[in-house]
């Protein structure tokens, strides 16, 4: 079964600051990657995904992730982190073909960017 | 363009009470999924349904049923709440394989129970 981890709980940085969550994933076939983002008291909204091609993928709001496949990794970067950046995010893999495509996710990274 | 829409947006049972937690989507989605959102675990899935007319469990289905009345509705019943069913449920549709490309889960906007 594909399982997902999350690195770090809880994030805490300055405005301007760079940005690198870590996400590991354990399933030996193809998967399909994504990060979602959760504002507060607000629901999932993807932020970026990543199917094929090129392993570096850019979302909205200047996010990116890079996907490197000996490490099993899909860590999400942002250069520099605005105080609206300020959420939970959550990595998330499903396993590519089969009958379904359901998502399992990490426990999540909760952002706080101080202004 | 309403996407995913869940109702209620929040409720409060009383333990042994029975509640059932709406959601449909306008995407023409063959799957459709339920999930829980709990401090510090993330989001666990309950129950999916991969196609209409079919249901499968998952991560923590213990508690929950769920009917997949159309191909547009998937709701998850709770028949007699417990406080440990506190949580936040979050619905989420997506397209399957025979749709075509897979893209993403699209998620409602949840509904906050609480069981007392």
């Known amino acids: 079964a594909q399982s997902v981890s999350q690195h770090n709980h809880h994030v805490i940085l300055s405005e301007a600051a760079s940005l690198e969550l870590g996400c590991n994933y354990s399933y030996g076939g193809t998967v399909n990657l994504f990060w979602y983002v959760q504002y507060p008291g607000q629901h999932l909204q993807l932020l970026l995904k990543y199917f094929s091609g090129d392993p570096l993928v850019k979302g909205i709001k200047g996010f990116e992730a890079e996907f490197i496949k000996s490490k099993f990794s899909f860590n999400l970067r942002k250069p520099s982190v605005q105080w609206s950046d300020t959420a939970e995010y959550f990595c998330?893999?499903?396993?590519?073909?089969?009958?379904?495509?359901?998502?399992?996710f990490g426990k999540g990274t909760l952002l706080t960017v101080n202004p | 363009n309403a996407g995913v829409t869940q109702t209620p947006k929040f409720q409060v049972l009383k333990t042994g009470q029975s509640m059932t937690l709406q959601c449909a989507q306008d995407m023409n989605h063959n799957s459709m999924y339920w999930y829980r959102q709990d401090p510090g675990m993330g989001l666990r899935l309950i129950y999916y349904s991969a196609s209409e007319g079919t249901t499968d469990k998952g991560e923590v289905p213990n508690g929950y049923n769920v009917s997949r009345l159309n191909k547009r509705e998937f709701s998850l019943r709770l028949e007699s709440a417990a406080p440990s069913q506190t949580s936040v449920y979050f619905c989420?549709?997506?397209?399957?394989?025979?749709?075509?490309?897979?893209?993403?889960?699209?998620f409602g906007q949840g509904t906050r129970l609480t069981v007392v």
């Open positions: 998330a893999v499903n396993a590519h073909g089969g009958s379904n495509y359901k998502l399992t």
């Open positions: 989420a549709s997506s397209n399957s394989p025979g749709q075509g490309l897979y893209t993403e889960a699209f």
